[in-house]
């Protein structure tokens, strides 16, 4: 097992620009989760997907992002038209069926927009 | 919405004293968690707890989840410089459908060797 892997690490990008990050959750992992954490805060909620479906999603996540999980293993967070204000961490988390609240995190995401 | 509280916002303390930090809220929360967070990195879950008045332990860590369910704390024992980092508490509320959890703004630990 080894936990769960983002991709990039980091990211600088211009605004404007769409950026895309990938998450895999432990494997046998149903739940998969993203939230977004900003200096000096606690992750913050974005959305979460049950096997493929995508079954909440938070009044954070605007019309530029979306989220897919299409096969139920991997996840794609996708920026459109990237502002300065959407610099932060993208966090991905997943957790077993019937212990949903035992989010296990992955290392993040470090988006830049300049 | 559902906010937490955490105190105090950042610890300095010596190696090997106790710690003790809390997570308060206006609302009621079913589950508790406690994360670490190192520079860098993902939070690593800690401690959770389920029921109201539960006292869960791993290893030097103690975690309880209060009695009125709008409280939490932890408590790590004989402090030592790895415990360096920001600790966060999460809780999963009853908005009813929502699934989220919510977290704190962590507190910052300081262990001086």
């Known amino acids: 097992d080894t936990g769960v892997s983002q991709d990039p690490r980091h990211k600088i990008t211009k605004r404007g620009q769409n950026v895309t990050f990938r998450c895999d959750p432990i494997?046998?992992?149903?739940?998969l989760y993203w939230y977004r954490q900003t200096l000096g805060q606690g992750p913050e909620f974005l959305t979460y997907?049950?096997?493929?479906?995508?079954?909440?999603k938070s009044r954070l996540l605007s019309d530029r992002f979306s989220a897919e999980r299409p096969k139920g293993s991997f996840s794609t967070l996708e920026i459109q038209r990237t502002e300065q204000g959407d610099s932060a961490m993208y966090l991905c988390a997943s957790s077993l069926p019937g212990l949903p609240y035992e989010q296990y995190f992955g290392p993040g995401t470090r988006l830049t927009v300049t | 919405g559902q906010q937490l509280n955490q105190s105090p916002q950042s610890m300095f303390i010596q190696e090997g004293e106790d710690v003790s930090m809390n997570c308060t809220s206006s609302s009621i929360f079913n589950t508790w968690l406690w994360y670490k967070q190192d520079p860098g990195e993902g939070p690593v879950l800690l401690i959770a707890l389920y029921k109201a008045g539960e006292l869960t332990s791993n290893g030097r860590l103690t975690a309880q989840f209060g009695i009125t369910r709008k409280d939490s704390f932890l408590n790590i024992s004989a402090s030592i410089p790895s415990d360096v980092g920001i600790y966060f508490c999460a809780g999963k509320g009853t908005q009813g459908g929502s699934e989220k959890l919510v977290f704190g703004k962590g507190t910052k630990l300081t262990v001086n060797p």
């Open positions: 997907f049950q096997n493929e479906a995508q079954l909440e």
């Open positions: 494997s046998e992992h149903n739940r």
